[in-house]
T-cell receptor, first 117, second 115 residues
Framework: DAGVIQSPRHEVTEMGQEVTLRCKPI?????LFWYRQTMMRGLELLIY????????DSGMPEDRFSAKMPNASFSTLKIQPSEPRDSAVYFC???????????????FGPGTRLTVL | AQKITQTQPGMFVQEKEAVTLDCTYD???????LFWYKQPSSGEMIFLIY??????QNATEGRYSLNFQKARKSANLVISASQLGDSAMYFC????????????FGKGTRLSVIA
C-alpha cells in the first residue's frame, strides 16, 4: 500500500505565480480532504470531496484557491495568483468510508511545503 | 466556537515515565469520534488512537490509551513508558455525525521526552 501520495513535496515560488498541488488518495478510498497547516492557525480544512464531488469548500480562503477531483484517484489544489501569506504545509488525506464509519481514520499524505516569496 | 481545546502548548516527560496530554471538546451531536494524531519533526501525520462517543470502554493501542470522560467532554491521551521517539506534536481531533465528515483539530501539544 503506497499510502496517500502528494507532489511536489516542496515548492518555492514567487508571488503572483500559479501553484498546483497534487494528490493521489489510497485506492478504494472515496473521501478526500485538503488541509492547510500554519503556525498561526494550526490545521484547518480547506475543502473535501465524497465520491469525487465537492461537499464543503467553505474553508477555501478566497477565490484564488480552487480544487478539483476529476476522478477517484487524483485531486489538485490550485492557487492563482499565489501570495506570501499562502506559505504553509498543505496536506491531503483520504478515508475509506463514504456513508458510515465515523471511526474511519483519515490517512494523511506527507504534505507539500509551499513557500511563496 | 472552538470545538477542540488542547491547553498544554508544551510538555516535558522523563523517559520511561507516563504522560497525559489533555483534550476537551465541544459538540451537541450525540454521535462523534475522537482521534489522536502524532506529528514528528519530519512532518507526517500519524494516526494513534480512536474513541467513539458510544464506546463503553476506553480505547487502548499499545502504549497509548485514551481516558474518555464523556460527561466532562474530555479525551485525554495517556502515553505509558515514554520513549525518546515519542517527542513530537500531538493533535486531538473530532469528527461529528455518522457520515464521513472532516476532522476538526486542536492546536496541538508539543511533547519532549528527556533522557
Amino acid at each position: 500500500d503506497a499510502g496517500v501520495i502528494q507532489s511536489p513535496r516542496h515548492e518555492v515560488t514567487e508571488m503572483g505565480q500559479e501553484v498546483t498541488l497534487r494528490c493521489k488518495p489510497i485506492s478504494g478510498h472515496n473521501s478526500l480532504f485538503w488541509y492547510r497547516q500554519t503556525m498561526m492557525r494550526g490545521l484547518e480544512l480547506l475543502i473535501y470531496f465524497n465520491n469525487n464531488v465537492p461537499i464543503d469548500d467553505s474553508g477555501m480562503p478566497e477565490d484564488r484557491f480552487s480544487a478539483k477531483m476529476p476522478n477517484a484517484s487524483f485531486s489538485t489544489l490550485k492557487i492563482q495568483p499565489s501570495e506570501p501569506r499562502d506559505s504553509a504545509v498543505y496536506f491531503c488525506a483520504s478515508s475509506p468510508s463514504g456513508l458510515v464509519g465515523i471511526g474511519d481514520e483519515q490517512f494523511f499524505g506527507p504534505g507539500t511545503r509551499l513557500t511563496v516569496l | 466556537a472552538q470545538k477542540i481545546t488542547q491547553t498544554q502548548p508544551g510538555m516535558f516527560v522523563q523517559e520511561k515515565e507516563a504522560v497525559t496530554l489533555d483534550c476537551t471538546y465541544d459538540t451537541s451531536d450525540p454521535s462523534y469520534g475522537l482521534f489522536w494524531y502524532k506529528q514528528p519533526s519530519s512532518g507526517e501525520m500519524i494516526f494513534l488512537i480512536y474513541q467513539g462517543s458510544y464506546d463503553q470502554q476506553n480505547a487502548t493501542e499499545g502504549r497509548y490509551s485514551l481516558n474518555f470522560q464523556k460527561a466532562r467532554k474530555s479525551a485525554n491521551l495517556v502515553i505509558s513508558a515514554s520513549q525518546l521517539g515519542d517527542s513530537a506534536m500531538y493533535f486531538c481531533a473530532m469528527r461529528e455525525g455518522k457520515r464521513n465528515t472532516p476532522l476538526v483539530f486542536g492546536k496541538g501539544t508539543r511533547l519532549s521526552v528527556i533522557a
